[in-house]
């Protein structure tokens, strides 16, 4: 039998979007661990039959229908747990859209509905939880779920924003929140659900085995005391592979004049930033400009 991490006993953590995939596994996980559980998801009937599925087998829940895009319910879920378990230790930041699209092919109202829950859900739900959290003054934890196509991926422009800014608040609120006694950190999952059952190209990367189980372990410990003096991190498992995302940084070499015009911005490029350009994308693509010299074999005649 696999161990346990530290004090999640009796903890109350919210599971958002926790009705089916990832967000399941993550509260049956908890709940086996000894949590008190709300299995939220806007789809109520999947919420329901998930928190009594975890009643059954003799743990702690309580379902929520909230929809975390909006800020009042996102403040009725967390009021829902203090309500039903007399506080907040953690939030999963679970629940999320995705779509695929070429930049030319987006719809307004497809836009504002992914950026509502990927963006607005998680900060929303986060503030509610963060002052409860403080409120009680017993610190506790964050887990937002960010994406590896936060990096950057084909057809995922919107879906790849919302996970970066995913990212920037987990660094941002892990730097606030410090003093406070509350952790927050990020994961990038991959696991067959249907979220990948969608996209032919996901399936192709993650095979069925790839079971969103096998990612309960790095929530459950990022949640639990065992991670204490962890925070402000973005951690990567896709199954087999663990690690952590390396983050944005300012590169050197940074160049300094009283002011920048168009040709010093110009001779910047052509003489020194020309060989520190970057690869970009979760594919590492190398920029066209450097691309004659990463890719050409170089010959001397
Ligand atoms: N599956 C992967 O490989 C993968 C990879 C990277 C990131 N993620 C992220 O993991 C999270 C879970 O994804 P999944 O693969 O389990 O997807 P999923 O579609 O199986 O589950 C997402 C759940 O969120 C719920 N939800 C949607 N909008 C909601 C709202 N407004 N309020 C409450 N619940 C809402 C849905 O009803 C659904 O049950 C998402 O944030 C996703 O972006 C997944």
């Not at 930041?93 to 950026?115: D, T």
């Not at 937002?144 to 879906?159: E, I, T």
Request: glycine share 10%.
């Amino acid at each position: 039998m696999s161990s346990q991490p530290a004090g999640l006993k009796d903890r109350a953590v919210v599971v958002t979007g926790a009705g089916r995939g990832l967000g399941e596994a993550f509260a049956v996980h908890l709940a086996q661990a000894g949590a008190r559980v709300v299995v939220n998801d806007i789809d109520a009937g999947l919420a329901e039959s998930a928190a009594e599925n975890i009643r059954r087998y003799g743990g702690q829940a309580v379902a929520s229908g909230h929809d975390v895009a909006d800020p009042e319910q996102a403040q009725a879920l967390v009021d829902l747990c203090v309500g039903e378990f007399g506080g907040i230790d953690g939030l999963v930041n679970n629940a999320g859209l995705n779509y695929e699209a070429l930049p030319w092919q987006e719809e307004p109202g497809r836009i504002r509905e992914l950026v509502g829950v990927n963006v607005l859900g998680p900060i929303y739900t986060g503030v509610a939880a963060v002052k409860a959290m403080k409120a009680q003054g017993r610190g506790g934890a964050l887990v937002n779920v960010s994406s590896g196509a936060s990096l950057g991926q084909r057809k995922l422009g919107v879906y790849s924003a919302s996970k970066g800014a995913v990212a920037s608040l987990t660094y941002s609120w892990a730097l606030d929140l410090e003093e406070e006694g509350i952790r927050v950190n990020a994961i990038c999952p991959l696991a067959h659900t249907r979220m990948v059952w969608k996209s032919e190209r996901s399936l192709r990367n993650c095979p069925p085995d790839r079971t969103p189980s096998r990612i309960a372990p790095l929530v459950l410990f990022l949640l639990s005391d065992d991670a204490e003096g962890i925070t402000g991190q973005v951690v990567r498992c896709n199954g087999p592979q663990l690690h952590i995302v390396g983050q944005p940084y300012l590169k050197a070499p940074i160049l300094e004049r009283d002011s920048w015009d168009t040709e010093t911005v110009r001779r910047a490029f052509d003489e020194v930033f020309g060989a520190h350009l970057e690869p970009y994308g979760l594919e590492k693509r190398v920029p066209p400009r450097l691309r004659k010299w990463t890719q050409t074999p170089l010959r001397s005649a």
